[in-house]
């Protein structure tokens, strides 16, 4: 069985049997190796308490006044609690799946060891519906992180990331951010979610893009973090304060422009590392899975709106009030001057070093087949389950070459590792850290990465809709 028969059944059949006709035959005798292991962890009751528990359960969220969402997500709130942890001291998180669904949790951005990372495609095992898994990690690297489930949804969208399962998981340590007067944490998540047709002028946008059919996500409310723009609580500030938000873009496939007005954002950091060259933006583009970390000095008095560039999009909800201490008011919006974002004017301008191998994926998209409905997405033509891994070997340096031949924005994500983003078109640049880069339609992006964490890892475009339909590939370690 592979993700896509998984998901057709994963609604009323228990995981374990699901999970090891997930993993390629190759991997079958670390697998079982693994699953022995979560089994015994499982039949114990366990002597010590976590240090942390979650809950997987059903809650309704308010999002704005009589709008109501019946959702999945963690301890009943959204986001999930905030997991503050202490690089390099190792903690034990207890998960307890409340829903009628396997599901499973992914600590994004953590360089785990491949049971604990949570992707089933790795080996890691679901939990199943009533049941509870202890997963123990040693955090690292430092950071804005975070969690989320890794369940496939394919043509379910009450499950996976269209739900509310997602937290902030902040890893502490030696580094500084800057001087700030307030941390916040802001969250964007897209609600209501439903399938639309494509959209045919995007499609011809790209001459490498075939005219189909097929379905994509549209959704009718957003929000930042609990509430619609203009519900809930404002984001209150003081003149002259200096605040750290830190930002992330839980959305399921949406990616988004944020602007405050009479603001500019110092971005310190992305995906939770620091940036080598801090610079000031009048708007951030922050793509699905991305986080990213800015200073904003609050130096315009008044009621304003932090949200999205889209009229339509802050209509759905997409922002929260920032209001100043002494004001009062409707809140302001002004549309800022649109540039295109470039991830090189937070690198540096020199070249990175040599890999020792090149590796190059087209990312595209074979319609939909099979009659389905839905786009089929592939990386060198050839799509998940039916793929074969990238060898790798422990300790060299290998370059991702993303050269995207479709007409759909594509953020790669790669489990377990840190990337650094080297060239952009043919733009070469080095320093910038990431485990999420955003590739454009038609663009060619290229990230390098130590193959230093042996196990399988996962490689894969976090938009739910791709991912679940074939746009996932494994990296495999010599042996």
Not at 120 to 138: A, C, D, N, Q, V
Not at 308 to 333: D, F, H, N
């Amino acid at each position: 069985m592979n993700r896509r028969s998984f998901l057709r059944s994963a609604s009323g059949v228990m995981a374990q049997p699901l999970l090891h006709s997930a993993i390629p035959a190759s991997s079958s005798l670390l697998f079982a190796a693994q699953q022995n292991a979560a089994k015994k962890a499982a039949s114990k009751s366990p002597q010590v308490a976590a240090d942390h528990s979650l809950t997987i359960k059903p809650c309704t969220l308010e999002i704005s006044p009589g709008v109501n969402i019946k959702t999945v997500a963690y301890n009943g709130q959204v986001p999930g609690p905030l997991l503050r942890l202490r690089q390099g001291v190792p903690v034990t998180i207890d998960v307890t799946n409340a829903t009628e669904t396997p599901d499973i949790v992914h600590w994004h951005g953590l360089t785990t060891d491949s049971l604990n990372d949570g992707a089933m495609e790795e080996g890691s095992p679901m939990i199943p519906p009533g049941g509870h898994l202890r997963y123990s990690l040693t955090p690292n690297p430092t950071g804005s992180r975070w969690y989320h489930t890794h369940t496939g949804s394919g043509a379910n969208l009450g499950i996976g990331a269209y739900t509310g399962q997602f937290g902030f998981l902040l890893i502490d340590g030696p580094g500084d951010p800057g001087h700030y007067d307030q941390e916040v944490f802001l969250a964007i998540h897209h609600w209501e979610p439903s399938f639309v047709p494509m959209v045919e002028t995007m499609q011809a946008q790209s001459a490498n893009h075939p005219m189909t059919s097929g379905s994509d996500v549209g959704y009718q409310y957003a929000s930042i973090n609990q509430h619609r723009l203009g519900a809930g609580e404002p984001l209150r500030v003081k003149q002259g304060q200096k605040v750290l938000m830190r930002l992330l873009n839980a959305s399921a496939t949406e990616n988004v422009v944020l602007a405050l007005p009479g603001h500019t954002f110092k971005v310190v950091a992305m995906d939770g590392n620091p940036v080598p060259n801090p610079k000031e933006v009048e708007a951030l583009s922050i793509a699905v899975a991305e986080r990213v970390d800015a200073i904003v000095e609050m130096k315009s008095p008044g009621v304003w709106v932090l949200g999205s560039t889209l009229e339509k999009s802050r209509q759905m909800g997409l922002g929260i009030v920032v209001e100043y201490a002494g004001k009062s008011g409707p809140p302001v919006w002004k549309d800022p001057q649109i540039v295109p974002w470039d991830y090189a004017q937070f690198a540096s301008s020199s070249a990175a070093a040599k890999p020792d191998e090149t590796i190059m994926l087209a990312l595209m998209d074979l319609g939909p087949q099979k009659d389905s409905k839905f786009d089929t997405w592939a990386i060198n033509g050839l799509s998940w389950p039916d793929i074969p891994p990238i060898k790798v070997q422990q300790g060299k340096r290998y370059r991702l070459t993303f050269q995207n031949a479709s007409g759909d924005q594509h953020p790669m994500h790669l489990h377990r590792h840190t990337f650094e983003v080297v060239s952009i078109g043919d733009k070469n640049i080095s320093g910038l850290k990431k485990d999420v880069v955003n590739v454009l339609p038609l663009d060619t992006v290229a990230v390098d990465f130590v193959a230093d964490n042996p196990g399988d890892t996962l490689l894969h475009c976090h938009m739910q809709l791709h991912m679940d339909f074939g746009f996932m590939q494994l990296i495999k370690y010599a042996t």
